[in-house]
């Protein structure tokens, strides 16, 4: 299976869904459907992410109506969560290197996550 670009598909919101629960992440978290559409927006169109805060959270926060620093704050909560108390075995596998540091920006946390979902699609 592959993912069409410009097609926001089912199976790119029910992947990412099923790793963030898999990470110890619900969807109580305000951040948890920004990052949903964060993931797809970024596998869809991998070059949203060279101008993350007027392209990405932008259109993130278009489509929720709120701010962009609020998508901004929310996916970074998130993430904090996810390296304090997120499973450490999926951490290291979705973010290899990045997990041994502190938590990476948000820009490098979203394009690690896309490239796993990728791959867990390519799979199927």
Request: charged letters at 20%.
């Given at each position: 299976m592959s993912?069409?670009?410009?097609?926001?598909?089912?199976?790119?919101?029910?992947?990412t869904r099923q790793t963030l629960?898999?990470?110890?992440?619900?969807h109580s978290y305000k951040g948890y459907a920004y990052l949903i559409m964060a993931v797809s927006l970024?596998?869809?169109?991998?070059?949203i992410l060279t101008?993350?805060?007027?392209?990405?959270?932008f259109e993130i926060a278009d489509q929720f109506g709120t701010s962009a620093s609020c998508v901004e704050r929310n996916i970074r909560t998130l993430k904090y969560h996810l390296w304090e108390y997120g499973d450490i075995i999926l951490l290291r596998k979705i973010f290899g290197d990045l997990y041994r540091c502190k938590a990476p920006t948000n820009a490098a946390f979203i394009d690690a996550l896309s490239?796993?979902?990728m791959?867990?699609?390519?799979k199927r």
């Open positions: 993912v069409i670009k410009g097609d926001v598909t089912a199976e790119v919101w029910n992947t629960r898999l990470l110890g992440i619900n970024v596998i869809n169109t991998p070059d101008n993350i805060c007027k392209g990405l959270y490239y796993y979902v791959e867990t699609l390519s």
